[in-house]
């Protein structure tokens, strides 16, 4: 926690704070996260009362910005810029045909020689509208929607989003298939963070260029688990036609650990 705070990132504070929170939902231990969020309102309480969250380094001010806790006006503010300058970008990026030329189809993952010339050309970085246009020459608009717009277009966009959502619930249902048995830890360790995707690539900045093809290399584990599923509930339904007692034979089948752990 004390490494994101001095990051500086809100995003990746937030980000966390959803992973705690889907991990204590996943894990059935709602204790957990009722006893952290009284300690993050005594947290918060202490800095207001004692009036220390000016004396937090820069960074750790940065990141929590977003909370009403007194932070020096320049650490606000450059919060509030940040916001502001990814505003920008997705504006000119839909409202405008210079970056992006094809919004329904996107322009796929190529770049024009001018485009290519710009993101190549850091040297002449000297302004903030400067830097926003190298950032965009490069396809990075710091958004998840938008830069699914950019390489694949609003299309692109809507199945990239079921795609979430399907792989959010397919972790759940494996969360909950695999609970209690061995390597159910492996089962969290893989999942939980699916859980949370949706909120990370729509609110939380998230990366297509970047982040989302690893995503989608991840989800081949997500089906190596539910073919495990599959297969044991292809077994337990074969047992119970063959002894006509399948309460019995699906009680058994998961008293055994999962293949494959």
Known sequence: ???????????????????????????RKPLDFVMSAAMGVVFISIVLAGGFAQDLPFAAQRALSFLPIGVSESAKHEGEQSSEWRFDMWRLA??????????????????????????????????????????????????????????????????????LIVCSGKAWQLIRYFEGRTGWTAVLFLCVP????????????????????????????????DNIRVAEMATAKALAVQTAEPKEAWVALRQQPARGF
């Not at 926690?1 to 894990?27: D, E, H, N």
């Not at 850091?122 to 830069?147: A, C, N, P, W």
């Not at 609110?203 to 688990?225: D, E, I, Q, R, T």
């Open 1 to 27: 926690l004390a490494a994101l705070l001095m990051s500086g990132f809100r995003s990746q504070l937030m980000r966390f704070i959803l992973f705690f929170i889907a991990g204590t939902v996943a894990r």
């Open 194 to 225: 699916y859980l949370i995707e949706p909120i990370q690539y729509w609110w939380l900045f998230g990366s297509y260029k970047g982040n989302f093809m690893p995503y989608l290399l991840g989800v081949g584990l997500l089906k190596m688990l």
């Open 94 to 163: 839909l409202t405008t045909d210079r970056y992006i030329h094809n919004k329904l189809l996107g322009d796929g993952f190529g770049f024009s020689a001018a485009e290519l010339r710009m993101s190549q050309d850091e040297t002449r970085i000297q302004t903030k509208d400067q830097q926003l246009d190298f950032f965009m020459s490069k396809g990075s608009y710091h958004g998840f929607h938008v830069e699914s717009i950019r390489f694949v277009g609003a299309i692109g966009l809507f199945i990239n989003t079921i795609i």
